[in-house]
């Protein structure tokens, strides 16, 4: 926790953060109040599946409850609880996406990874001005045992749109603390990999 908080002000440049689930440990069950204090503009969650009902109670300044739809300039963030394919139209359909116009980018925070065909049933649910933007995803839950902490994935095309994916898995023993430093030009998403000290300095 204490790595993830000296993470984000070291990032206090960025104008987004975006927390993919399983965000309790077995020391802290709630996240600390003084993560609202982060200075990035928008603060953005979406639960895993070891998150409690209360883990997000004390983040007033935060955007956790799913479904949700934000704007931030040219890009939307949508959050989202699970990418079963059933669910996510449902609760794309819940977020009124279809009211934004004007969006170049697309970002999708989820817990679970998205696969092909429910990537698919994602971007038959958008409108058309939506389904021609860069997509975006944010996810976790995978952490098999070797894995570096972080993936990033640039290489994704469905249905002629470009996909992006990040994953970051924070809790890896050696790897704790980590994120994804993700910059958006306006066409293409660009990836650096970052990690939290334990002293903030």
């Given at each position: ?16 953060v ?32 070891h ?17 949700y ?78 894995f ?54």
């Amino acid at each position: 926790m204490s790595r993830l908080h000296n993470l984000a002000w070291a990032q206090a440049d960025c104008d987004v953060v975006a927390l993919t689930g399983d965000c309790v440990s077995q020391t802290c069950h709630q996240l600390p109040t003084t993560w609202n204090t982060w200075p990035q503009a928008l603060l953005l969650s979406v639960p895993g599946n070891h998150d409690k009902f209360d883990t997000f109670e004390n983040l007033g300044n935060w955007q956790c409850r799913t479904p949700y739809v934000r704007r931030f300039e040219d890009l939307i963030f949508i959050g989202l609880s699970s990418l079963s394919t059933n669910a996510t139209k449902k609760e794309i359909d819940a977020t009124g996406c279809r009211e934004w116009e004007g969006c170049r980018g697309l970002v999708v925070l989820c817990h679970y990874a998205p696969r092909l065909l429910e990537q698919a049933a994602f971007i038959t649910a958008l409108d058309d001005t939506l389904a021609c933007s860069t997509l975006l995803f944010l996810h976790g839950h995978d952490h098999p045992h070797g894995f570096s902490g972080t993936e990033w994935d640039d290489s994704g095309k469905i249905e002629g749109s470009t996909i992006f994916r990040s994953r970051v898995c924070s809790s890896v023993t050696d790897c704790r603390g980590l994120g994804h430093r993700i910059e958006w030009d306006g066409h293409v998403f660009r990836c650096a990999r970052v990690q939290g000290s334990l002293n903030r300095s």
